[in-house]
């Protein structure tokens, strides 16, 4: 059953000046001299209509996490297509360009729902940093803009903050996933649901 959110797409979506999942108006912030996030705003353009599609038909879960005594739901739905598992076309599509882009196999997906602004992500740094150097994770942000802030891996104050949403692209590069650390907080003035179609791969570059 699709999960119920409040959510209404734009009547007339733009696409981008480039064209379809174009790369021009891509713009990369350094985050130290190990680490960096590429911006693409408004990658997607059709982003209402995959926003509805993915809500009807991705197979949706709520997850527990143990905490200290207590098992707990994660705060968001997920959606999971593990590495090697055939993506929907509408997945493969943006699996495949951003692949061809950044010269390596992004070849696992993973979609979360925030369906408020109740819905979250604590603080952290993505698993498969386990197994690379330097992993490269992409983002596609579809529905309502939501704060994404990173801060140094050690803690401290937030030193990044963005707020993505309608179909624009976060990539972190580089040291990124040792080195720093992110987050999708609550936010109670949060104008409806937030998408996020996140793709990473498992081996490196070559």
């Known amino acids: 059953m699709a999960p119920e959110v409040a959510w209404q797409g734009a009547l007339f979506e733009e696409e981008p000046a480039g064209g379809r999942l174009s790369f021009d108006g891509l713009r990369r912030d350094a985050l130290d ?18 926003f509805d599609l993915l809500r009807e038909r991705a197979p949706w879960q709520q997850r527990s996490r143990q905490m200290w005594d207590s098992t707990v739901l994660e705060p968001r739905l997920v959606a999971v297509w593990p590495t090697g598992a055939a993506l ?56 309502a803009r939501r704060s994404f802030l990173l801060r ?16 624009d692209l976060l990539v972190m590069g580089g040291a990124c996933q040792h080195d720093w650390h992110h987050t999708v907080p609550r936010e109670r003035t949060a104008s409806g649901a937030r998408m ?11």
């Open 152 to 167: 140094p891996a050690g803690g401290g104050p937030v030193a990044r903050r963005y707020a993505p949403g309608g179909g």
């Open 88 to 143: 929907p076309p509408e997945l493969a599509e943006l699996a495949d360009v951003l692949s061809d882009r950044y010269g390596v196999r992004f070849d696992s997906c993973l979609v979360n729902l925030y369906r408020d602004g109740s819905d979250a992500v604590a603080w952290h740094a993505d698993t498969v940093r386990k197994v690379l150097r330097d992993p490269l994770v992409a983002t596609v942000s579809l529905g």
């Open 196 to 206: 996020s179609i996140t793709l990473r791969h498992s081996r490196p570059a070559g």
């Open 33 to 50: 001299a190990r680490s960096w996030l590429d911006v693409v705003p408004g990658w997607v353009g059709d982003h209402a209509a995959l």
